[in-house]
């Protein structure tokens, strides 16, 4: 069995199903598609506060003197200018600048960083993280996707209920995109302030035993679990692509319309990843072709019904030419219209 083949588990499968979870597999993880109601767990991320579980998300831990140089050779973007508790999204790029991970890459220490990265992609960024590293490198690649989890807190009251609940170690005043360590019942734990579904949250990586005891501490505290169909909601209101469906295809920065957030070169343009609302209620698959007066003008990549606006929406890539607000398009018989990024905006 290949890496391709094979399904992997989350380590706390146990503690979903008990929670109620309906599992679905995405990105070769079988994962928790939500706990009975995805409209309402949307609407605590949107409202108050959810708690999720990303472990299938990959996690490197780079260690070493020449770690940033390591990171730099792999990542684009300003990975050796990064502060000790810093953090920063970062893309890495193949020979032809087309993106091939999405990453949050955090300063953890002097000489180490974790790297999270998207779930498909685990194994190639792991081989180009090993294949970029000199002879006489002093770094060290630390695959630690299987031996923690990753859980994800994000909503308006997130930092309030962390703050309340999860102990004085957890800095009240964490920035965004600032990373610290520290413990929880005698625990440790690292915890960056950082979300990719639109609202301000954090994420903690730990053991599974840790995991287990915050997720129970929040759930009393009124924190429900969210699953992947709130969470892919949420994601694509914000127009915060993924790797998979959004960039599987080959994009570079600029058609993903990622160059200026990452700070980076755009490299080749043509296309653009645009915003779309459908009419109707069907929602169409990835690589459904996107038309406009007649002619081929891209396709489409994400797209769900919308439990925040009611609606059909989606990540497109839709020619440059073509890719403006009001914009109509037609995608397989279905109208649709370019709309505005994004389609819900981040609370303050």
């Known amino acids: 069995m290949t890496h ?3 399904i992997y588990h989350l380590a706390l499968r146990e503690i979903h199903q008990a929670a109620g979870a309906t599992f679905a597999v995405r990105t070769g993880w079988s994962l928790p598609e939500q706990y009975g109601d995805a409209a309402r767990e949307h609407a605590a991320l949107r409202g108050h506060a959810a708690l999720f579980d990303r472990s299938h ?3 490197f831990i780079v260690s070493g003197t020449d770690a940033g140089d390591l990171l730099s050779a792999v990542f684009a973007g300003h990975v050796n200018e990064l502060d000790e508790g810093r953090a920063m999204r970062a893309a890495a790029l193949d020979e032809m600048g087309r993106i091939v ?41 630390e695959d630690r996707t299987e031996t923690t989890c990753l859980l994800g807190v994000a909503g308006p009251a997130a930092a309030a209920l962390c703050e309340q609940h999860l102990g004085e170690g957890l800095p009240a005043r964490l920035q965004r995109l600032h990373t610290v360590t520290f413990e929880f019942h005698g625990f440790r734990t690292l915890v960056t302030r950082t ?18 005891h915050i997720i129970e501490t929040l759930g009393q505290a009124g924190v429900p679990l969210a699953g992947q ?36 070169p755009g490299g080749e343009e043509g296309v653009i990843l645009s915003a779309v609302l459908l009419e109707g209620e069907s929602v169409p698959p990835a690589g459904t072709p996107v038309t406009a007066s007649g002619r081929r003008a891209g396709e489409l990549r994400s797209c769900v019904r919308s439990l925040g606006i009611g609606s059909v ?36």
């Open 4 to 6: 391709n083949d094979r």
């Open 313 to 348: 929406i989606g990540l497109a890539s839709v020619a440059t030419d073509v890719a403006l607000p009001g914009a109509e398009l037609d995608l397989a018989g279905i109208r649709a219209t370019i709309t505005a990024k994004p389609f819900l905006r981040r609370r303050s």
């Open 229 to 264: 169909a709130a969470l892919e909601s949420a994601r694509i209101e914000a127009c915060i692509p993924a790797f998979d469906p959004d960039l599987a295809p080959g994009y570079t920065p600029a058609q993903a319309d990622l160059d200026q957030l990452l700070d980076i």
């Open 195 to 212: 979300s990719d579904i639109g609202e301000d949250g954090f994420e903690f990586m730990l053991a599974p035993a840790v995991a287990q």
């Open 101 to 141: 991970d999405l990453a949050l890459i955090a300063r953890t220490g002097g000489i180490a960083y974790m790297v999270t990265g998207e779930p498909g992609q685990r194994f190639q960024t792991f081989e180009r993280l090993q294949a970029a590293r000199g002879a006489d490198w002093d770094v060290r690649v």
């Open 57 to 59: 998300h990959s996690r």
